[in-house]
C-alpha cells in the first residue's frame, strides 16, 4: 500500500457510522430481495443468498456510504479479489502492466544514431 497515493482513508467515525449502516441494511427487507435474487454484481454468476456478501461499490475506507445505491451484492471470490480496489483502479493497474514505457526507446534511438556517425 505504500506506493499508492491515491489511497485516503476515511476517518474512524465515518467507517464506524457507515459499519453500522451497513448492518442495519442488511437486516432490512430491501437486501434480503437482492441476495434473494442470488446473482452476484460482479461475475453475474449464481450464487445461494448466504454465499452472497454486501459489497460496496465505493469502499466505506475510501469515503464510500452504506446506501441502497453503494451496496451490491458480492460472491466471495470477487469480494476477494476486488480488495480496496474500484474497478476504475483496476484498470488503471491493467493499463500500467501493458504500456511499454516510450520513453526509454526514443533514448535508444538516440544512442543508436550516435554510433552509426
Ligand atoms: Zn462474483
Redesign the pocket.
Known amino acids: 500500500m505504500t506506493d499508492d497515493i491515491y489511497f485516503t482513508p476515511a476517518s474512524d467515525s465515518h467507517k464506524k457510522k457507515e459499519k453500522a449502516k451497513a448492518r442495519e441494511l442488511k437486516q432490512g427487507s430491501w437486501w434480503k430481495q437482492v441476495v434473494g435474487k442470488g446473482i452476484?454484481y460482479?461475475?453475474e454468476?449464481k450464487f445461494k443468498a448466504d454465499e452472497l456478501t454486501m459489497d460496496h461499490l465505493i469502499p466505506i475506507v475510501r469515503g464510500g456510504t452504506s446506501d441502497k445505491k453503494n451496496c451490491v451484492p458480492?460472491?466471495k471470490?470477487?469480494n476477494t479479489k476486488k480488495g480496496y480496489k474500484t474497478r476504475a483502479e483496476m484498470a488503471m493497474d491493467e493499463l500500467a502492466k501493458t504500456s511499454p514505457a516510450n520513453d526509454n526507446q526514443n533514448h535508444e534511438d538516440e544512442y543508436n544514431n550516435d554510433d552509426q556517425e
Open positions: 452476484c460482479h461475475c454468476q458480492s460472491c471470490e470477487c
